[in-house]
């Protein structure tokens, strides 16, 4: 294998991963993945903390390069390999203020799905995180009136990302219902040449992708 194989390590239960495999299987790139379980806490191992010190997925391996934060990773990804990137600078911009804006808000959508799914918490946390969640959803939702992307003509890494940590939102009684606009934009999205959901796209097991050809 060599160093310029894309290796990503993940989760199949992951949002973060799933925003980074996205874009990969979208792009049709050839890549590893290597999964890490994080209900056995391999996250918090040493040799994963070797690689990403904040003990989570995912993480990029690349020319010897160690890329972790799932949109800094579609960053790199957007940068090497010149796809989903914005057409003009200003989108290029664009795309990563919408990165950081999910970073705040669409990971309540994740909290909310987190909390409802993999750890009980205090009914007080959920009522302060839901609303959050569901104004995050609104906000994409309004955003997306009489336009096909969030930026620019085409799907970019703001697309992605922010797509990316939403997909869960059922899992945390959540839905598109009553935001027509960002459900069209899901539907766009998954018309896409190598679009797949989390659990059908990110493997339970390591696993090697060969390059897509159309
Ligand atoms: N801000 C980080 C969040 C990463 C994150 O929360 N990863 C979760 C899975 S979605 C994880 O590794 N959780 C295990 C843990 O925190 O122990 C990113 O976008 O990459």
Known sequence: MTDDRLTLYGSFTSS?????????????LPF???????KKGAQKEAAHLAINRYGQVPVLAHRGLLIVQSNVVLDYLARTTGRFEGRTEQDRWRAREWLSWENDAITNVAK????S??????PAVMDYFRPLAEGALDFIDKALE???WLVGESCTIADIGCWGRMVFMAEGGMSMDGRPNLRNWATRLQ??????????????????FSARTE
Not at 16 to 28: A, E, I
Not at 32 to 38: D, E, G, K, M, P
Not at 117 to 122: I, M, N, P
Not at 198 to 204: E, F, N, Q
């Open 117 to 122: 799914r993999f750890r009980q918490v205090d």
């Open 191 to 208: 018309a896409m040449a190598g679009f797949a959901l989390p659990y059908d796209l990110i493997p339970k097991r390591d696993q090697e």
């Open 146 to 148: 009489g336009r096909d």
């Open 112 to 115: 909310v799905r987190h909390y």
């Open 32 to 38: 590893s993945f290597r999964t890490v379980n994080l």
């Open 16 to 28: 973060s991963s799933y925003k980074p495999m996205l874009f990969l299987s979208l792009s049709g």
